[in-house]
């Protein structure tokens, strides 16, 4: 984090507290795109906890990657504890990277809107799924992912009343261009780091 994205949200009077309390909060793209993303799709809609648990049975029991998961036997994905839907998505996302041929660069030369785009043209990614993928998966800079329930949490926290989402997203336009920082802070503002508990 740039002393240029600590100034700006340290400076502002809602978020500042919250930056000075936590620090220097970094954001780094994930090694791989791929597992990055079955991550988060493992994480749709259960705990932190359960998420932990599944991820670590699907990582030995398979190679997290589009090749890899293609050639994975449903029986072992549900194994692992992935629903039904979940199994499919993970492969269906797999097949999108293979018929793409999708890595860092192609993401590189497009925007966040254009990669939301192709996401959640895949079957089991919505918003949130593909906002979590522009978080830390490509770590962009200006993410505010309010289909997150710690973020929305973080935000009535903030803002000590109960926002609608329409009026989370306009709140959030204070921390242009550095949403994805601030994200970082409502985090730990509300439960001191990534809930990823979100519904697409």
């Known amino acids: 984090m740039t002393a240029d994205h600590i100034e700006a949200l340290a ?15 970094e954001l780094e793209p994930a090694e791989d795109l791929y597992e990055r993303l079955v991550v ?9 906890a ?8 699907l990582f030995e029991a398979v190679e997290v990657t589009p090749e890899g998961m293609l050639a994975a036997d449903r029986d072992v ?14 492969k269906t996302a797999a097949q999108a990277f293979v018929d793409h041929g999708w890595d860092r660069r192609t993401f590189a030369e497009m925007t966040d809107d254009a990669v939301k785009a192709e996401l959640t043209a895949i079957h089991g990614i919505g918003p949130w799924t593909a906002d979590m993928f522009l978080l830390f998966g490509l770590g962009r800079e200006d993410v505010f992912p309010v289909g997150d329930l710690g973020i929305r949490k973080g935000m009535d926290l903030l803002f000590d009343a109960e ?14 261009p ?16 990534e809930t990823e508990v979100g519904q697409d």
């Open 11 to 25: 400076d502002d009077e809602i978020l500042g507290p919250v930056v000075t309390r936590h620090g220097p909060l």
């Open 50 to 57: 359960s998420a932990a648990a599944i991820r670590e049975r």
């Open 40 to 48: 988060s799709l493992i994480r749709q809609q259960v705990s932190m």
């Open 77 to 90: 994905l549900l194994d692992a504890g992935l629903s039904q839907a979940k199994a499919e998505y993970v």
């Open 163 to 176: 926002l609608t989402r329409a009026e989370m997203v306009d709140a959030a336009e204070r921390w242009r």
């Open 178 to 193: 550095y949403r994805s920082y601030a994200s970082l802070y409502l985090w730990n503002h509300y439960e001191g780091g």
